[in-house]
């Protein structure tokens, strides 16, 4: 699985956990540690949990990929998945805010994801 798709893979594991405000980050060009960066905040400790073991499980399950690291704990409310490419960080909105990494990489851009095609046209049906 190439980092892009990786990176919008945990995008939607995080975004069936509902993780909210899910950014990705494509740091290729400003950064030399990582492509993307995935950012996705968790309304509490055990949602924080829910959403870091979603995301482990799904990739681990669906594609024999583990985190090379993981690092942070529910304590400090912000969880870091390093799968090389890409690092996820799951945080709450407090860490989140005051660590600003959107502010902090705003050169790099952001990668939209783009909605399944099924789920469009069962929208459009209704």
């Not at 980092?3 to 290729?28: F, P, Q, T, Y």
């Not at 990739?59 to 998945?81: C, F």
Request: charged share 35%.
């Amino acid at each position: 699985m190439d980092s892009k798709k990786l990176a919008l893979k945990c995008r939607e594991v995080a975004d069936n956990k509902k993780a909210e405000n899910i950014v990705i980050l494509d740091v290729s060009e400003v950064s030399s540690i990582t492509d993307y960066f995935v950012v996705a905040t968790g309304t509490s400790k055990p949602h924080l949990r829910a959403i870091i073991d979603e995301i482990k499980d799904s990739l681990q399950k669906d594609a024999n990929i583990k985190p090379r690291a993981t690092d942070g704990s529910l304590q400090t409310a912000w969880i870091v998945l390093d799968y090389f490419d890409v690092i996820v960080h799951v945080m709450s909105a407090e860490v989140r805010e005051h660590y600003d990494l959107e502010g902090l990489w705003g050169d790099a851009p952001r990668v939209r994801a783009r909605k399944a095609k099924s789920t469009v046209k069962k929208a459009a049906k209704r």
